[in-house]
């Protein structure tokens, strides 16, 4: 079993930074791909970013490529994602999650987090 927790969500006013953590309880070379997904009240959850632990590949979605920045650390077994510029629209509870091999799809991650909630005002 793979637990993840999330941390670092909060309040921040509009083009301020926040840095989301993720501990990771195990890794498994069965789920190398990382991801942050986001949702908002009334709106469906969305791909943010993604990252393998082995490797140098990114992921980003249209909406926060050249703000977000994912990383991760694999001796602390511990992923990221540095937030910058927020934006009001930002707003949500981050999620991180682990996948076998989908990167942008919801559906194909099997491990999630509890979710940290980042709330951007204008």
């Known amino acids: 079993q793979v637990q993840l927790v999330e941390s670092g969500g909060g309040l921040v006013q509009a083009g301020g930074s926040l840095t989301l953590s993720c501990a990771v309880s195990r890794r498994t070379f069965n789920h190398p791909v990382m991801g942050w997904f986001r949702q908002a009240p009334g709106k469906e959850r969305e791909f943010v970013a993604a990252?393998?632990?082995?490797?140098?590949?990114?992921y980003y979605a249209d909406s926060v490529k050249g703000r977000f920045t994912i990383s991760r650390d694999n001796v602390k077994n511990t992923m990221y994602l540095q937030m910058n510029s927020l934006r009001p629209e930002d707003s949500a509870v981050y999620y991180c999650?682990?996948?076998?091999?989908?990167?942008?799809?919801?559906?194909?991650?099997?491990?999630w987090g509890q979710g940290t909630q980042v709330t951007v005002s204008s």
């Open positions: 990252i393998i632990w082995t490797g140098t590949n990114t």
């Open positions: 999650a682990a996948s076998r091999l989908s990167v942008r799809s919801v559906a194909n991650y099997e491990y």
